[in-house]
Every structure is written in C-alpha cells, then in structure tokens.
C-alpha cells in the first residue's frame, strides 16, 4: 500500500466481513515538508499554522477511511521543531478526547531528548512512536528503552529491509533450521520479545501468511541463550550504528561547510554586481557631464561662427564678467 492512498483502505474497509473491532487502522497527519499538494486526506496549509490543517485531515480520514473510529492517528513531523510539535500535540489531544481516536503519538522522532521533552510538555499525547530500526540518529537504540520504560508502545518500519547484517548471520539461520522457521520470523519474534511492535509488508501471500503465527503468539518464545545471542548481536550493531552515525555527521558538516562557502561566494558576486552596477552608473552620469559640456562647446562655437559671418563681434565669456556693472553688450553695438 502506497502513501496517500487512504481511501482504498476505506473501500477495502467497507467491503471486508472481517468486524471492525478485530481491525488495528493508524492513519497520520503529514506536515509540510513531505506534504503533497492536493492528495487525500492532507489539506495544503500555510506555516507556522499546521493546526487547523490537522484537523480537517482527521475528519477527512474519517470520511476517506469510512470508518467511525481511528484506531491510531500519529502526527509525521521529523522537520518540525520541539517547540513547535508542542501546540501540534496539544490539538491532536484534543481530537482524541472527541471519543473518536483510542490511540495518539509521533512517527520519526529524530532524537531521545525530543522524545522525552515532548512528553513532558504533553502528558499522555504520545503512546504510539514510530521509526526506523536501525537509524544513525540514534545508534544505541535509546528511543527505544525509553519506550520501554515509559509505557510507550513502539512501532519500527524497515525491520527486516535494514537487516541484512542479522539475517544473514549465522547466529540465525542456525537458530532457524532449530526451528524449522525463517531467520525473519526468527528476528521479528526477537523483537516482539523486547517490547517491539514491527511493522512488516509483505509482497507475497505466502510471505504474509508466515507471519500469522507471529501475531497470534502461535510461534513459540526464543529460549535465554536465543535471544542473548541476538541481543550481542544487537551490541555489535550499535557500534556500527555509531560510526555510521559519525560518518554521517562528519559528511553533514562538510556539506554545511561547502554551502557557506557557497554562501559566501554568492555574496561576494553579488556585492561585486552591486558594485560594478555603481561604477556604471558613475560612468553613465560622467559621461552624460562630458557630453554635456561637449554640446555647450559646440552651440558655443557654432554662435561665434554665425556672428562672425554676420560681421558682428562677440564678446567672450571674460570679457562679459569684467565688463561695467556686468552689463554685456556686443563689440560696435549702439547705445
């Protein structure tokens, strides 16, 4: 199932015979960054105002959904300040009172800090995080101890896509032939056993069907020595976790560099267009003075020849200024 599409849910919804209590529906608002323009359920909004929009997406879920409840409505906000995802939560609280939303929280919260300081501010709000399993930005798992510890249910996407590294191993695959089972049923059994809900897709039935058995609690519990193997497993993971996390950061700040650098370089164009675009105006006016005086001398020499084929002398510029009481008069004119 693609993002965007809601309302094939709601018609699968409308046509299943399966009641809708023995259902589990999650929904989401989008914020601007990954918004897209004009698709359902997710109204265009103008920031810093996403609350308003917030709204009107729940009740277009409900509408696209056709259902009268969500069973889980998360706000996905990676971009969004701490200070900002606060009066956010405080509008998604209040639509979970209306009876019409059993559960609430956050998917991609980028760090533990946030996470804890968000549900501080906003008792309650969050039950449900959702995010990747492995991620740079939190290399030693954090987000989800804290989960644990608060009572906070949480949901991981790219369980198995990003886990290479556990299914290939030879830790799971021997532990798989024990169980005549997969080294994905194994891991996602793994990870129900601590405390995570993981979210799985499944582009075959047979694939979808292996993990009923999961779901149910038909599989059976990993023995102590199973699951300690893993969990070593898991601490090796996050010290690739944290150099990759430092790679990554290391290559962020590099690009930060080379975009002030660019930065400054514009600038230093601009200021320099700015510049030259001055110069050519002083040139411009300083040539218009030039011509100017170029047309004064002219006119000028073009008076004295006229007088001087009319015979008639004139009288310089000079002689004009020194002339009685500055009363200029031609050379030979009458009194």
Partial sequence: MKHFFEHYVGKALSETTVPREDLFVQTKFVTQEHHKPFALPYPRYEEPYPFEACVLSYFRSLENLKTDYIDAFLV???????????????????????????????????????????????????????????????????????????????????????SDRFLESDLLQQIAKQRRSTPQQIFLQFCIEIGITPLIGARSVANLTSCLRLANGAFGALSFDQKRGIVKFLAEQAIINRQRSAFILEKRRRELRTERKLEKREELQQLRAEIAEETAEEDAQEQELINAAKMKARAKAFAQRLYAEAGVQHATEDEQEHSTGGDTRLVGEEE
């Fill in 76 to 162: 996905h906000a990676p971009e969004l300040t701490a200070d900002s995802m606060v009066p956010l939560l405080q509008t998604v609280m209040k639509l979970k009172q209306r009876g019409r939303i059993r559960y609430t929280g956050i998917s991609n919260v980028p760090t533990v800090q946030i996470l804890k300081f968000l549900n501080e501010q906003v008792p309650g709000v969050i039950q449900i995080v959702q995010n990747p399993l492995h991620v740079a930005w939190d290399p030693e798992y954090k987000i989800s101890q804290y989960c644990r510890e608060h009572g906070i249910q949480y949901n991981t996407f790219h369980t198995l896509t990003t």
